[in-house]
């Protein structure tokens, strides 16, 4: 018997139906080990041992193959073919030793790039053995993630509380966010001008743009004003003008190579709206397999663009039979990859067999619309070059003074961009080149020396805009631009951002939060060298050379752990007081801002005596006066702006409360602004939180006292008889009845909202969530869990929804729709769900960095209470 071992239960699926009866096809669900979240799983002393685990479902797993290893006459390692899927294979030959399953038995390693018939048993008649230079990069690469994960994280902990983690590369992807938004917040927009007038030389009109003013060329921004712009206007006006010189030139447009993993994530999120997370999810489903269809792309983690020649061979009959032999070139288009030791060369991702139409297919949304995009995309990157003629006219004054310039673009063949045209990014307005936006303009027939009549001007005045945010298209191709991290691996990395709300994205867009900036300039201040983009660029360059047979992986860690081990060491020796003053430095401009008037912006506002400055609690930082606690005056680090309205004040009387007769104050706390009014018995102050989207400035004492009466009553419940109210909590405004919470849809309805509607909320509510004694319907069935028999459904939750069988509820991670779920991503979530062990809070100064070998001390500290997750 044979047992072949790979990752996914749809990808063994999948290969069973194409090898006979005498094989015996395993899922290892993913990794099978992975070094345990806590202090001392890589000893840098002991030379770099790393000490791995398995979790209840891994060592399950893991037992189960052992098991039928002992039976196999042969065990065939067939996970996928890069770094990750060697090291998968090594974890799993590595235990299959430990527990004595093999003996006599022989060990093969398989890989395949597309999961087809014809390429599995390919691959089965080619086998070899485990490259160890491969294992090693990734044994390098894990190592040095842990370390600087679990090193630097609880010295963020501990001199910056609010802080969740660092990572290698994680937070140099924050760096580029953080950078951006001080180009952006330093950028001074300047003022230029565009003058085009209407033209006709007894022929069609056309427009054309002044390029000639006084003698002399003119660049885009160089007209700066409306005097110079009137100028302009006047001499064209008064100009007699000419065509002087009428320019085509035939102009070739190449199609773009098959997508690699970074440039379908980036054409992902320009035409479809994917996140790269999202896109992987689903082209993940698309190299598995999708019912009977087999793996319908290549594999998809990659930066090779090649194309192998059966693939080369199956596009151009398609282009040929679909567009003609016009279409076909004459000879293949070979594409060479960029990148340095690319992905150790794997094959661009290409349908498997593109003769295999979009249209032929019936998928989910998602892998609908990607399949199609990677076809296209493979399509055109073999098809005929567009041919264009490109036209430039120039137009002068007789005394050469005033100039004009025409320019069009007309498309004589298709070409590719008969299937597909690659997108584009958004520019920066103002840094456009001369002829950009005019290439689709069409002109008419125009000859040298004939005389060109003014029918109309324009002048328009613009402004330069900075530099857009990153969009998750070009924060992908940033980093991969600069050789930082794996494409593979920036989905997560991206996710990592967010889930540590160390950015927020709106409307596509990458914001760094207080958080994020706080966390950059540390890293910036201590360990600069460690977030630098060439350092950690080289660092990979490092890693490829160890893949590559060319580098010791221990030299390697060694050489990062000498330097980066002493500066971890001297940052937590600093006092809190020395971090906060450089920070102050640091950030000043965005949490000091000047004001304009020529006061000390870090001056206090109550007191007009202290100095403000950044403060830190268990909760995070927060800006304060240094007179503390004679000054009370806090206020959150975002700097109030001009955007908002907020107003940088401590106290502010709103006016009295005509029942108490008390003042109503509006109060900026560390946590926010917040109305209090202080009851005339001398209570316990009432308080509430400005709701999302209130303007300090703007607030009245009508509204700080609609929110003080808050939760009001709505009325009786008619089922029960009992209260129902409706108020503002940490997850915003409610409807609470019996225990059971429903979200309405913004504040102002928490103030009007009725019985009629509140009671429609609670029911709408409770059927989504098991209510008292009754189960909800799920949104999903998945079926039963192979293992147990257990149904495995997909539920609404309070915080969103999850994936439950039996007793085991898995939370489905962040943009993963409920109704895309399968019961392949069902499986691995209930299985680390079942899988993870207990929580264990402990004081965050008991995180330590990484233990000496000859320490003589327990072999592992408590874990601290927030775990440090690393990311690339």
Known sequence: MNLVIVESPAKAKTINKYLGSDYEVLASYGHVRDLPSKDGSVLPDDDFSMHWEADAKGAKRLSEIAEAAKRADRVILATDPDREGEAISWHVLEVLNKKKALKDTHVERVTFNAITKSAVLEAMANPRQIDMELVEAYLARRALDYLVGFTLSPVLWR????????????????????????????????????IEADLNADSPPFTARLVKHAGKRIQRLDINDEATASAARAAIAAGDFTINAVEKKPVRRNPAPPFTTSTLQQEAARKLGFSAQRTMQAAQKLYEGVDETGGLITYMRTDGVQTTPEGIAQAREVISQAFGPAFVPQEPRYYKTKAKNAQEAHEAIRPTNIARHPDSLRLESDLQRLYELIWKRMVASQMEAARMDRTTVDIETADGQTGLRATGQVVTFDGFLAVYEEGRDEKQKGAESEDEGDDATRLPALKEGAKAKVDAIRTDQHFTEPPPRYSEATLVKKLEELGIGRPSTYASTLSTLRDREYV???????????????????LEQFFRKWVEY???????????????????????????????????????????????????????????????????????PLCHQGQLSLKTSRFGAFIGCDRYPECKYTRPVASPSAEDGSAESGDRELGIDPETGQPVQLKIGRFGPYVEITPPEGDKPKRSSLPKGWSPASLTLDQALRLL??????????????????????????????????????????????????????????????????????????????????????????????????????????????????LEDALPLLAAKAGAAPKKKAPAKKAAAPKKAAAKKPAAKKAPAKKAKTAE
């Not at 953080?178 to 330093?186: A, F, N, P, T």
């Not at 001297?570 to 000043?588: H, P, V, Y």
């Open 159 to 194: 001199k910056l509380p609010g802080a969740r983690s660092a990572g290698r590369v994680q937070s140099v992807a924050l760096r580029i966010v953080v950078d951006r938004e001080m180009e952006i917040e330093k950028f001074k927009a300047q003022e230029y001008w565009s």
């Open 709 to 822: 009466a808050l939760p009001r009553e709505v009325g009786v419940h008619p089922e029960d008889g009992k209260m129902i109210t409706a108020g503002l909590g940490r997850y915003g405004p409610f409807v609470l009845h019996a225990g059971t919470y429903a979200n309405v849809s913004d504040i102002d309805e928490v103030f009007e909202v009725g019985l009629n509607r509140a009671v429609a909320l609670l029911a709408e509510k409770r059927a989504g969530r098991p209510g008292r004694g009754a189960a909800a319907a799920p949104l999903k069935d998945l079926g039963a869990h192979p293992e147990t028999g257990e149904p495995i459904h997909v539920m609404a939750g309070r915080f969103g929804p999850y994936v439950k069988s039996g007793k085991i509820n898995a939370t489905l991670p962040k943009g993963t729709a409920p109704e895309d779920l399968t």
């Open 504 to 522: 927020r994205v709106d409307k596509n867009r990458f914001y760094p939060e207080d958080k994020g900036r706080l966390v950059t300039a540390f």
């Open 534 to 604: 060439d350092f950690t660029a080289a660092l990979e360059t490092q890693l490829d050379e160890v893949s590559a047979g060319q580098l010791d992986w221990k030299v390697l860690l060694r050489n990062f752990w000498q330097d980066f081990h002493a500066a971890t060491q001297a940052a937590g020796e600093l006092r809190t007081t020395a971090i906060l003053d450089a920070l102050n430095e640091s950030l000043g401009a965005h949490i000091f801002p000047d004001k304009g008037d020529g006061t000390d912006p870090r001056e206090c």
